[in-house]
């Protein structure tokens, strides 16, 4: 900023004379000279410092709001005070009384430049901020929405002069903000002249501009001055559907909220909704139908949080998976179901919101990221503009686990992306114990290596099963079953404590030392808590676990081989469960390969906040639809070796690959396997290096 | 052509070596050098010869039919012969047996040139058309829709590249037509995955391409090869709609159908139904339904008559007065019928047929020429766009009579524009024995000026009046009131047989000299018919006609001078009235200025014929919509002296004006008053140049 905010200024210089104030803008540093009465805005727009403003200098929206720095700023070479400023004028003066102005705050298009000053951009989210910190991660995101409000004073008809109000309107929408061919929504037409009039030919126009139309578009229009404007960010998940209500205008969250997808009433995972369509004549309109309710009341609902008028939301990002992308659009999403799983729309996907029977404005808007492949959907897409892998240097691995992992790996040089059939066992399914994340559900599992006793923790209840007074503390919640993070902990440290094999075979010859182990016909079982119910981990619950980390393990093996690299330098889980699982645990059993856990991170919500960016930022959209057009699409199910990467990633961590930051971190147990190639993980390493 | 041809040969010269064959296409006459083989297409294409092709050169559409015109043409240096052309292929042998192919005509697509050849390109309008003849008029309408068939074979999806169908859609219409940045119809997204296999990946595009949209979109898709696309041309008119059914593909001109507006019901003239409008709640909604149910009706005939589906219809173009025309848009046209009589859009209109309602194909577009001014609608524009004053090097004048009075003055380089209120009494309200023109009604009348004795024609009965056995042919249809056009003739045959004088007194000093005048209260009357009812033409009849010529004439004369014209060489009368009406009564009366009566034309639905060509070419679309813009329009209530001149212009045929060209054809009774200034129109004359 700093360089550019220099040569801007330099260009100034040559324009300007040396004697005229020097005026620096901050945050951005951008800097000029000015002649002595221009209006702060419009030395802000001189320098493209980002200043919102519907009423165009008219002192009536008050989102121009600056403030300035008194002092001397050696470094700059400015001395700058408020007597550098003009006094409030009568227009601001009036402003002040009916709104407002917060203390030491000024309307830049009153506020003249009469000396050398300091000008601070307040990025405050009620007035007007060019950046938006989103409350739930710490993520940055430069507001520059597809929406823009400008406010206007229309020409009065003339006799003589006999074009219609549309015309005059379109014209000094051209004479006041610089919009030529503006497309006027055709819902609009029929309404125009009454708003005129109801305004007395003053209206705020609701501008629409991205790239589906290449011509900027009225979307809405409203007698007088406009200052709301909001949008939404929704991700449509299998189970869940997230919403953000952000004002468009300050970049402010006004309200997240959440629901659960109606459509699992059609079938719990998204293939038993797919085969729904296929039985049922009318189960691809029943089912957008739902969806479409869901996400309408969603809208009420975030509306009723955050105190905002439905009618004032004019711009929708979705993401979403590609089958709930699909029936979202009303598109029938069996092609899904079945090789070779043909998207019937795979780029960004824009549209009126009305259009699709979603309720917001008339005229508001919808997009939709594009979807990757087949298998990784617009919100695997989202998550990636999130977290950004083709904005990085070193290579990151992205995955979001759910009964189907979606994966993303790459740095700004090439990003590859597959994904791999987990099933539902780490969301607790297949597993004899099993049970969604709620109170009264294992959390976190220890085992004592020696004794082979357990302790663990309870969702609900504060002390370990081993503290004094847990079984207080749990009276009320029980002890229910282990949820999917504890099925991760318990295996691992069945593992970790030679409970289990390598290959994840339960050692029968320890029901000696512990009763922990008990036969079940030729298999063997470990007891976590002999209670009410009898909570156990079965031979198969941990095959059911195996199955499922070597399938995800083996996806990212691929990429990795794709990618002709050894090691991922980043980590980022995407989803509710990389939220709750420990990542250390994740790389015992193999789930991840190899990284330094300190950079091993879970990031949430990650296609939400792609979804934000989206919404907020139309050059993020450019961003997203360039990078998932350069994205490889690896189809797991066609390459030779996914299978031999499959058997090895059975084994834990792995039985061929070598886990040095781990095992600098957690002893792991003896390869014996594998020490009679030559030491651990060395047959792994020659392998590979028989692969260069 | 020859020269654009010859330039285009010189072109290729240098491109094509000297001993390639050379191929003239007529009747464009373009010429150029091909390699031997050349497809006869492609060879079109090159030159820019307009050859219909929606299979793309498959040889299954059959439109790019041509047929070898064999001999020595020694003025082009060209001996043509069939041996000059391949035999027939595989391919056009199979289209023939299927579909057959006219004696002598070739598919170019599949023709190759082996030798010189002279190449005719069918004007017929069931295969190909490049300029289509309306049947209606004699004109020449140039093909150029925006409607385009293109039949592609899309790529079937590869798990390896999984793209969207949509995609692999958009990318094929690049490759094989050269869309770039094609839309695809929001409505369309759910179907495209069945249309695409259902047409086994062969599949026709419906593309639409105008300004409205920078991008054309894809708005319908068909399996297979869609082979047929229609075009709707229609004139809503206050107390008719008339409508055209076309191929977009031939230019074959398929039904033409017309229907009353149901809208009388809400009110006779355009007044009364604003007035309903403003009365009544719902009355701008009802209105609106009732025209749209009726132009729904009235495509249903025009596809009936023409055996088309109603699905095929792509493209509309609607003209209308500007009352007619917001209400077809749903426009409240309350601001129309006050001063300053603004009109909500005056520009041209585009958008979605089914987003106002009007049945066609779903993405069927809707197209409404400009509006010229708030009493100058897009009628009044298509009738400029058909009759071309901005293309003439005369000075045209161009009149449509109804109860109010459209009127365009100009030549290729200036046009104006008025309206004026003639009100009804041309249409035969207002006139004591008036009605409209149907059998019974008289339609054509001559005065004897000696005896004053009349004789007349009715409409349905082959005889004069005066003929043998009149009585006996007029029994079965009576003689029941006189029509629009005879009210002009028996008034102006009453001024030239003296019976009313030049400022439209009826003479009663004549009742002495002949029955016929008859004495009622302080004014007279003229006998035109002794019988069951008796027809009389009475002093305020007369009084009608003058006041109605008068403002017409007096609008006329405001355009002139702005014009600064002293006299007119071109007059059309679009409209019915205008094709019933005599010129020369016409001018006798004064409705029109001098001119030479053989420049004076009757042009009928003007309208209706804009409208189609606007259809057929998104040339003609540009072309008035800058010629409106061009066009000056003049409000005659705020002309100072248009009083003066409406005065003037109550006398036979004018107080002022001379009508030298009238003069040389008829004889003009002595204009007594006028004498006493100096001489037949010698006033007028000064007059006037004491205005120069």
Chains 1, 2 share one sequence.
């Not at 290449?214 to 909001?230: F, Q």
């Not at 740095?411 to 969604?436: L, M």
């Not at 792994?684 to 692969?691: A, D, E, I, V």
Request: one cysteine or more; glycine letters at 10%.
């Amino acid at each position: 900023m700093r360089i550019e905010g220099t040569s801007e200024n330099e260009a100034n210089m040559t324009e300007a004379a040396e004697k005229d104030p020097l005026v620096l803008f901050m945050p951005s540093g951008k800097r000029g000279r000015f002649p002595v009465g221009t209006p702060v805005l419009d030395a802000a727009r001189k320098l493209g410092v980002y200043v919102e403003s519907i009423c165009g200098g008219r002192a009536t929206c008050g989102r121009c709001q600056i403030s300035v720095q008194e002092g001397n700023f050696a470094k700059h070479k400015i001395v700058s005070s408020l007597d550098h400023i003009s006094e409030k004028g009568p227009k601001e003066e009036r402003y002040e009384r009916i709104r407002g102005i917060p203390e030491g705050r000024r309307l830049s298009c009153s506020a003249q430049i009469l000396g050398d000053l300091v000008i601070d951009v307040p990025q405050d989210t009620v007035i007007n901020a060019q950046v938006v910190r989103k409350a739930a991660t710490d993520r940055v995101i430069e507001r520059n929405s597809p929406v823009q409000l400008c406010y206007v004073e229309v020409e009065e008809p003339d006799m003589h002069k006999p074009s219609g109000d549309l015309e005059r309107l379109k014209a000094v929408l051209d004479k006041d903000w610089g919009w030529k061919d503006l497309r006027v929504a055709q819902h609009l037409i029929p309404q125009i002249q009454g708003i005129l009039r109801k305004g007395n030919w003053c209206v705020t126009a609701v501008i629409h501009k991205d790239m589906e139309f290449s011509r900027p578009t009225v979307i809405a229009l409203y007698p007088g001055l406009k200052n709301e404007a909001y949008g939404i960010a929704c991700d449509i998940g299998s189970t869940t559907i997230a919403m953000h209500l952000v004002s468009l205008l300050s970049g402010r969250l006004v309200a997240s909220s959440g629901t659960s997808n109606p459509q699992i009433r059609f079938g719990e995972d998204l293939m038993s909704r797919v085969s729904y369509v296929m039985m049922n004549p009318d189960g691809r309109e029943a089912m957008t139908k739902a969806v479409g309710e869901a996400v309408n009341q969603l809208i009420g609902k975030v509306c009723e949080d955050g105190g905002v008028e439905r009618d004032d939301i004019f711009d929708m990002v979705f993401v979403a998976n590609p089958i709930m992308h699909h029936l979202f659009l009303g598109i029938d999403p069996t092609e899904l179901g079945q090789a070779p799983f043909a998207l019937a729309v795979s780029g960004a996907v824009q549209g009126w919101a009305h259009d699709i029977g979603i309720e917001a404005n008339r005229g508001a808007r919808v997009y939709l990221l594009p979807c990757i492949a087949g298998h990784v959907g617009a919100d695997a897409a989202a998550a990636t503009l999130s977290e950004g892998p083709h904005r990085q240097d070193r290579m990151m691995l992205l995955v979001d686990v759910g009964t189907n992992a979606e994966i993303v790996l790459g740095n700004k040089d090439r990003v590859v992306a597959a994904s791999s059939p987990t099933g539902p066992a780490f969301e607790g399914a297949e597993i004899s114990c099993g049970q969604r994340a709620a109170p009264g559900a294992i959390e976190r599992v220890r085992i004592d290596p020696v004794t082979l006793e357990p302790r663990f923790r309870v969702i609900g209840v504060d002390k370990w099963s081993d503290e004094e007074g847990f079984a207080e503390a749990a009276a009320s919640v029980g002890v229910t079953g282990i949820c999917g993070s504890a099925i991760i902990e318990v295996v691992a440290e069945m593992y970790l404590s030679g409970i289990i094999s390598e290959d994840g075979v339960v050692d029968g010859s320890m029901a000696e030392r512990t009763h922990r182990i008990i036969q079940n016909g030729r298999t063997f079982s470990y007891l976590l808590h002999d209670g009410e119910p009898r909570i156990t981990v079965t031979q198969t619950d941990i095959r059911a676990i195996q199955l499922a980390k070597a399938a995800l393990y083996a996806g990212i093996k691929l990429l990795m081989e794709k990618q002709g690299i050894e090691h991922v330098d980043l980590i980022r889980f995407a989803g509710a469960f990389g939220s709750f699982i420990d990542p250390k645990y994740a790389m015992v059993l193999g789930l991840i390969p190899d990284c330094d856990l300190a950079e091993v991170k879970a990031v949430g919500n990650a296609a939400g906040t792609g979804a934000l960016m989206a919404l907020l930022n139309r050059d993020h959209r450019r961003e997203i639809e360039e990078t998932v057009n350069r994205i490889e699409k690896i189809e797991t199910a066609l390459e030779g070796n996914f299978q031999q990467l499959f058997v090895n990633a059975m084994a834990m961590p792995n039985k061929v690959d070598a886990f040095p930051h781990l095992a600098s971190v957690v002893t792991l147990p003896e390869r014996k396997v594998l020490s009679e190639e030559g030491g651990e993980g060395g047959g792994g390493r020659r392998r590979r290096r028989s692969r260069d």
